[in-house]
């Protein structure tokens, strides 16, 4: 017996087709239905998808507010999904950036569901960004692709499923002599010279920063 398939587009997963033997017609008596009277074939799907960042990084000033990372579904020869699939996008904490308010605000994990039917598209997760006044210098935030819920077994994890946002700091300061020049008379036993930390808007330093001061 033979069967005709379909060559479709549809991220479906393996499928079955179940035959059976019956109405045997003997007229002798003589012949009956064996083992195996019962046969499975099974047709294997070669659709397949994957899901992953956008990108691997990307950079984005603290004082933009927020920030969004897109997460892409890839789906071969421009098919769709049968069923839905749902991947989570979790701050991994190793960044340099500190979580809960202080550079910024993550809700971890954030699901994302591409609903079935759903062809080639990208979802995107977002990032609240807190604008201080902290010289800190630049910070990262480490996102990651986990548990992928697939029912077809057809749609992986693919490369970049990490993501680092580098969060840019947009505070600075500087140092310098408070004038350029000041006089003295020799009969004083001793002269000052000011060296001055000027901050950008009024912010502070996060670590500390040193300069010598050199007689040339």
Same mark, same amino acid.
Request: aromatic fraction near 2%; charge should be negative.
């Given at each position: ?16 087709? @179940? ?10 008596? &003589? ?22 960042? %956008? ?7 603290? %004082? ?23 991947v989570d996008v ?10 809960? %308010? ?20 990208? &979802?995107?997760?977002?990032? !609240? ?6 010289? $800190?210098? @630049?910070?990262?935030? @480490? ?10 077994? &057809? ?6 499923d990490d993501h680092?946002?580098?969060? !840019? ?16 008379? $020799? ?16 912010? !502070? ?12």
């Amino acid at each position: 017996v033979s069967l005709t398939l379909v060559e479709d587009t549809r991220v479906e997963g393996n499928e079955t087709v @179940n035959l059976d033997l019956t109405h045997l017609v003997d007229s002798s008596g &003589q012949v009956s239905i064996g083992s195996p009277n019962d046969h499975t074939i099974t047709i294997t799907d070669n659709d397949t998808a994957t899901v992953a960042f %956008g990108a691997a990084g990307s950079r984005v000033s603290e %004082g933009a507010a927020s920030h969004t990372v897109d997460v892409s579904l890839i789906v071969s020869g421009g098919g769709t999904l049968v069923s839905a699939v749902s991947v989570d996008v979790d701050d991994l904490l190793t960044g340099s950036a500190t979580s809960g %308010g202080t550079d910024y605000t993550f809700t971890s994990p954030t699901t994302l569901t591409f609903a079935a039917g759903s062809g080639t598209t990208t &979802q995107s997760v977002s990032l !609240t960004l807190v604008e201080d006044t902290r010289v $800190e210098g @630049n910070e990262t935030v @480490n996102l990651d692709l986990t548990n992928l819920v697939d029912s077809t077994g &057809q749609v992986s994890l693919a490369s970049p499923d990490d993501h680092t946002v580098t969060i !840019t700091d947009n505070d600075t300061a500087t140092v310098a002599f408070s004038s350029a020049t000041s006089s003295v008379s $020799e009969g004083t036993s001793s002269h000052t010279v000011d060296v001055s930390l000027t901050v950008s808007g009024g912010g !502070t330093l996060v670590s500390a920063v040193s300069v010598d001061v050199d007689d040339l």
